[in-house]
C-alpha cells in the first residue's frame, strides 16, 4: 500500500551499474555459479546452461542484460501489473553515477 517511485535507466548504464554492485559475485565464480542456480525452476535449463557458458567466459556485461531482459524486467512487470495505483513519481536516470543519484534524490525529497 505504500507510495511507489519509479526510476529508469537505459540498460547499458543498469548493466554497468550492476557490475560494480556485484563485483564481490562476479569475483567468486562458485558464488556467481550459486547465484545462477537458486534460479532454477523459475528459468529454463537451456536459459540457465546460456547463462552459466557467459559467466565462464567472463562475459558479465551480456550476463547483466540477460538477466534484466529476460528475468528481473519482467518479474518486475508482472508486480506492476498486479497494482493499480500509478507511481506517484518517475524519475528517468542516464546513468549510476554519484551525481545522478543525488540529484533523484534531491528530486525525491522535494516532489514525494
Given at each position: 500500500?505504500?507510495?511507489r517511485?519509479?526510476?529508469?535507466?537505459p540498460?547499458?548504464?543498469?548493466?554497468?551499474?550492476l557490475?560494480?554492485?556485484?563485483?564481490?559475485?562476479?569475483?567468486d565464480?562458485?558464488?556467481?555459479?550459486?547465484?545462477?542456480?537458486?534460479?532454477?525452476?523459475?528459468?529454463?535449463?537451456?536459459?540457465?546452461?546460456?547463462?552459466?557458458?557467459?559467466?565462464?567466459?567472463?562475459?558479465?556485461?551480456?550476463?547483466?542484460?540477460e538477466?534484466?531482459?529476460?528475468?528481473?524486467d519482467?518479474?518486475?512487470?508482472?508486480?506492476?501489473?498486479?497494482?493499480?495505483?500509478?507511481?506517484?513519481?518517475?524519475?528517468?536516470?542516464?546513468?549510476?553515477?554519484?551525481?545522478?543519484?543525488?540529484?533523484?534524490?534531491?528530486?525525491?525529497?522535494?516532489?514525494?
Amino acid at each position: 500500500a505504500a507510495p511507489r517511485i519509479e526510476v529508469t535507466m537505459p540498460d547499458a548504464a543498469r548493466a554497468d551499474f550492476l557490475l560494480t554492485a556485484y563485483a564481490d559475485v562476479i569475483a567468486d565464480a562458485g558464488t556467481l555459479a550459486a547465484a545462477l542456480g537458486r534460479l532454477k525452476g523459475l528459468q529454463s535449463k537451456e536459459t540457465l546452461t546460456e547463462w552459466a557458458a557467459l559467466a565462464g567466459e567472463g562475459r558479465f556485461r551480456q550476463l547483466a542484460l540477460e538477466l534484466m531482459h529476460r528475468h528481473y524486467d519482467p518479474l518486475y512487470a508482472r508486480t506492476r501489473k498486479r497494482r493499480e495505483d500509478a507511481p506517484i513519481l518517475e524519475i528517468n536516470l542516464n546513468s549510476a553515477s554519484a551525481g545522478d543519484l543525488a540529484r533523484a534524490a534531491k528530486q525525491i525529497l522535494s516532489e514525494a
